[in-house]
């Protein structure tokens, strides 16, 4: 089974203002190039004939956050020429653009179209707790322009020590500004779970709040009954992808995205993408600036080699015990 070329997630950019504590550019900063996706990169991948089969992007990075990408605007302008009824998903923290630049994308999001504010606080203190760097007022600007478009608006929060007693506060903060839902995040990011955060791991919140399972879990509240998008496809796809070597692999159902990072490299999700050793076997396998994108999806790799999903992002996060159809359904 061929890899699912609905949806992909595209890292337009790796520079980020902020320097959040369990971020890779924080974590291992020694291989952190800055980089970016021009236009001419959407261009020419990103066809009339790709986007045929494309009916998702998600903008989200490993590294870096979409909203400074120099083109991002008119990257979703060539998005939607190509495909009219394409969905866009941003995923930002939101600092430091003006309210023309937020005007600018309000106007470009449709009803299909959602935008996720990666907030961990309730004010500019508590959210630099762990967002390192972040702008609580220009974050304000945005999200009022957004809540005024025709998108889909979400507030993501990740629990942690410092503000797991606070979560009903940001909840009834979100309501009031207008968000449509907002997402909890329990990480696995923590000293129970990583050895070198330590025993006293001090951003880990109490157990409950911790993910028992090998990737993130959610925890949901809705807001309106406007319609998220948020399975759309999914189940189909989930119930057409076998279990192979004890693995359901998400890249194969679609949920996660086909992962496409700054400089252009190819990998069948972010978690393999991402700079930490354990991943330094798929850095640079697969390139978009020396190969096309429907060249990269036919190579014989996919249906030989890949089969046995060996590594160990694919063992411990699409391992098939953990793949329910609510998981492959989150992002």
Not at 26 to 34: F, G, K
Not at 165 to 181: P, Q, Y
Request: proline letters at 3%.
């Amino acid at each position: 089974m061929s890899l699912a070329r609905w949806h992909y997630h595209i890292e337009s950019s790796s520079r980020c203002t902020l320097k959040c504590l369990r971020c890779a550019r924080t974590e291992v900063p020694e291989t952190l190039l800055n980089t970016q996706l021009r236009l001419d990169f959407f261009q020419r991948n990103f066809t009339k004939e790709v986007m045929q089969e494309v009916k998702k992007i998600t903008f989200c990075g490993d590294d870096g956050d979409p909203i400074y990408t120099t083109d991002l605007i008119q990257i979703i302008k060539h998005l939607k020429t190509m495909n009219k009824d394409i969905q866009i998903v941003i995923v930002t923290n939101g600092s430091y653009k003006d309210a023309m630049w937020w005007r600018k994308l309000g106007m470009l999001m449709g009803e299909q179209d959602v935008i996720h504010f990666s907030l961990d606080g309730w004010d500019q203190k508590s959210n630099e707790q762990y967002r390192v760097g972040s702008d609580w007022e220009s974050i304000c600007v945005g999200i009022d322009a957004m809540i005024k478009s025709k998108a889909y608006v979400v507030w993501d929060a990740i629990a942690f020590k410092f503000n797991e007693n606070m979560i009903h506060i940001m909840k009834e903060m979100a309501k009031n500004k207008g968000f449509d839902k907002f997402q909890l995040t329990l990480s696995t990011k923590f000293g129970s779970f990583y050895p070198r955060y330590g025993e006293n791991d001090p951003l880990e919140p109490s157990s409950k709040l911790v993910s028992t399972t090998n990737r993130f879990q959610r925890q949901v509240t809705y807001f309106t009954n406007r319609d998220d998008y948020g399975k759309r496809d999914t189940t189909k796809y989930y119930m057409n992808t076998p279990v192979e070597n004890g693995v359901k692999p998400l890249c194969r159902i679609g949920s996660k995205g086909l992962f496409i990072n700054s400089r252009g490299e190819f990998y069948p999700c972010c978690w393999v993408a991402n700079r930490y050793a354990h991943n330094d076997d798929w850095q640079g396998k697969f390139s978009l600036y020396e190969r096309s994108l429907p060249d990269i999806l036919q190579d014989d790799f996919w249906d030989n080699e890949f089969k046995t999903f060996k590594w160990y992002e694919c063992q411990t996060k699409c391992k098939s015990s953990e793949v329910t159809l609510e998981t492959a359904s989150e992002w």
